[in-house]
């Protein structure tokens, strides 16, 4: 009986593991893209979030786009759904350190 529940809580456990494993994975895979494969609806919201600065870099993220944005000498990364909502914002510098 202990040991039916011991296989049961270890094989539950791998489960999860794996699982959270995979959506990490997932989020952080990134794709650049051309312009040409964004929709317009994110396109229009990152130009929105670009005002006096300029898109240097799409990617693909899972469902979701990041439009890498340069200005005043920084570089942010704007993640937007294809709807055209903007999800979060984040300083491009830290991420690029992360990576490393």
């Keep these: 009986m202990r ?3 011991f296989v049961i809580a270890i094989t539950i456990s791998a489960g999860l593991a794996f699982a959270s494993a995979a959506q990490a994975k997932e ?3 990134e794709e650049i893209i051309s312009r040409a494969d964004v929709p317009m609806a994110v396109q229009t ?3 929105n979030e670009a005002k006096g600065g300029r898109i240097v870099r799409w990617e693909k993220e899972g469902r979701d786009y990041e439009a ?3 200005k005043n000498g920084k570089k942010w990364g704007v993640e937007i759904n294809a709807n055209g ?3 979060g914002k984040h300083d491009e510098s830290k991420e690029q350190r992360e990576k490393r």
Excluded: Q, R, S
Aim: glycine residues 0%.
């Design 3 to 5: 040991t039916n529940i």
């Design 27 to 29: 989020k952080h895979e």
């Design 45 to 47: 919201a990152a130009e």
């Design 68 to 70: 890498v944005i340069e």
């Design 85 to 87: 909502k903007v999800l």
